[in-house]
């Protein structure tokens, strides 16, 4: 066999071999659009039945701020209708028993006006990643969903529970808390709902900015007043430096705060919006 003759065998090797591979990534490719599409389907299915009959309908819930709370001299403990706020609460119309049979692990949902986010919770206890790339069926790949660690718990009675959700071009799970990024949407956009079995939660929004990819509960002292002081400092520096703080509404040690956690541009990095718990 001469030179040439080899060459040529050589080239059809190498042909055929970018070719196998080529076919296996458009497999894959394919297998995961399926996949995020399915997951999307069941997403809006669940969006639908939860809105139904109840997107355009509020409750109204007179509670007073726990950073607001005042004595009034003449009345013994009581609170001064000056400091009580009204929070309308978008109402949902929740079937628990429908959502854990689609799965178990759903124990709340989240809502944020004016953004994509209107989604289950999850948890999956003893295996904190697995939301991480599991979608609600239990298909492997994105969309995942919007889940909490097993640190946390499933009553929100900590001091700061994280929610996590992927940054999905598409605009799905925890992509538009970047629109917390844009100053007019952070000031107007002011309030973050929780609903569970028991209660509805309202969190008030007071801070949006880029943080380090530290993991937030193993990184931090939440056990101690000191902690949580030295917690709440470095909140509010880095908000300032590398995002925004709302300076109207106290945050202290001793309410509870929901941190919500997705991915930014640089592997390093995370965007997180907080929010105060006033409702409790």
Known sequence: MDKIEKQKNIYKILCIILLIILIVVLVMWGHSALVEKSAAKTYEKLQESVNSDASD?????????????????NAGDTETDSHKEQYDIPQKNLDWEELEAVNPDIYAWI???????DYPVLQRSGDNDYYLEHNLDGSRGKPGCIYTEDLNSKEFTDYNTVIYGHNMKSGAMFRTLHDFEDKSFFDNNQYVYIYTKDRTLVYKIFAAYTNDAKHILNSNDFTSEQGLSDYLEKVFKKAQAEGYLRDDVAVTGENAILTLSTCTTSSDKRYIVQAVLVNE
């Open 111 to 117: 809502y944020i006006p004016n953004t994509n986010i």
């Open 57 to 73: 309908t509020k409750t109204q819930a007179s509670e007073t701020e726990q950073q607001s709370t005042q004595v009034s001299e």
